[in-house]
């Protein structure tokens, strides 16, 4: 009965318009937490206007803005997908988790974020007094967010009674484990190494427009953002190609995961060596 | 100052002079938050005693925001007033010198309009009751 009215077997287009009245129908929490980090970016930008502090030499205010639009683009992804799976398994502890637990971690993320911007100190890797203790919870709290989408991602894997075009299940699954695992090992190494730029200058001025990556040197920064961004990428390529009904699908989403997982390897190795992402670009 | 030319002079019964204003507050809010995120730690003072409190708002910075407060804060309360009155059918008359207050001297304005109210009230139960 199900598999015949569900929307989400040949998807259909959504316009920007729609997106969050569709988003709210799929899961109402998650929605008003993507909606209210985009708009909390409001105050944040006209902070960023006024004031002259400045971190690794750009404004305090950058770094609060582009983590909540990177988590109100996260919340909106792991809302989308509660679509995917049925309403018992979101009434389990496991979906109960993947709704509550991020949100509650991802207030809290942005709470320090907010705190460091407005003191004018490093948020990440600062290791000054009472600063260290809230960079060590952030970073439970950034491998929980992390466990939110895997979770998600095994449930989409075993509940397979909502009906879905094969390919873009797949694309969930494989996103979510590719998001969990390179998140993981980047974000890990990161944190041990104590720094993102590899060779280069250590500052964040003439960075990359909008990202903000090293133009002088290697930026393990690029790989994060790469890494755990697959689960928006991935899964809009897989929609793309089941939307224009293309054969082979899912062999595709598979061909398509491995290149793209191969892609954010490289991007770390390439930090690694201390070479510049996108070295033909000036 | 526009928001409360709207409130003041658009007829009672508009639903959308409300939603403007409470807009206005949130642009104003919005403002105040910026401004706070960006001063908050960089004055010295508290709440806690009058010093405290004046050396606060020594930082340009803060007393730009204490200002901002005030703006919306009253602004608000302006919008409620016109919302009371337009909910029990008050006057325009009774209500425009208690926005007025409201604009100028905030809690006097929301005052007096408690005493406009409680008056208008005891008139209307005066004439329902029976001679």
């Known amino acids: 009965m199900t598999t015949l009215a569900h929307p989400t077997l040949v998807p259909h287009a959504v316009s920007p318009v729609n997106l969050f009245a569709e988003l709210d129908r799929r899961q109402p929490h998650l929605a008003a937490t993507a909606r209210l980090f985009l708009v909390a970016t409001l105050p944040l930008l006209l902070a960023l206007l006024i004031d002259i502090r400045t971190v690794n030499d750009i404004s305090v205010w950058v770094k609060p803005v582009k983590f909540l639009v990177s988590l109100s683009l996260y919340y909106a992804t792991l809302g989308w997908f509660c679509a995917y799976l049925p309403e018992k398994a979101l009434r389990g502890v496991a979906g109960r988790f993947v709704i509550h637990v991020p949100i509650a971690v991802g207030v809290l993320e942005m709470a320090w974020l907010i705190a460091a911007a407005m003191h004018g100190v490093p948020s990440h890797f600062n290791t000054y007094g009472p600063w260290t203790v809230a960079y060590r919870a952030a970073g439970i709290g950034a491998t929980m967010l992390m466990i939110g989408v895997l979770v998600q991602g095994i449930l989409i894997a075993r509940h397979r009674d909502v009906a879905l075009a094969p390919a873009l299940r797949l694309s969930a699954v494989l996103s979510a484990v590719i998001a969990f695992a390179t998140t993981m090992v980047f974000a890990g190494y990161m944190a041990r190494y104590n720094g993102h730029w590899i060779g280069g200058l250590a500052s964040d001025a003439g960075g990359l427009p909008l990202l903000g990556w090293s133009r002088t040197g290697g930026d393990l920064r690029v790989a994060h953002f790469w890494g755990l961004h697959a689960s928006q990428l991935l899964p809009l390529a897989a929609w793309t190609l089941v939307r224009a009904r293309l054969p082979l699908a899912t062999a595709a989403v598979w061909a398509l995961a491995i290149a793209y997982a191969a892609f954010v390897v490289f991007t770390f190795a390439q930090a690694l060596s201390g070479e510049v992402f996108l070295p033909g670009l000036h | ?131």
């Open chain 2, 1 to 131: 100052m526009a928001g409360w030319l709207v409130l003041a002079l658009t007829p009672l019964r508009w639903r959308l002079t409300r939603t403007m204003a409470l807009y206005v507050a949130a642009g104003l809010a919005v403002v105040y938050t910026a401004l706070i995120a960006v001063y908050w730690t960089q004055g010295s003072g508290d709440f806690g005693s009058l010093a405290g409190v004046a050396s606060l708002f020594q930082h340009p910075g803060l007393l730009l925001a204490g200002w901002v407060h005030y703006l919306a804060f009253d602004l608000l309360v302006g919008t409620w007033e016109r919302e009371e009155a337009a909910r029990l059918g008050m006057s325009r008359w009774a209500l425009l010198p208690c926005l007025f207050l409201t604009f100028l001297f905030g809690p006097i304005g929301w005052l007096a309009f408690l005493g406009v109210r409680h008056f208008s009230m005891s008139t209307r139960v005066a004439a329902t009751r029976p001679a």
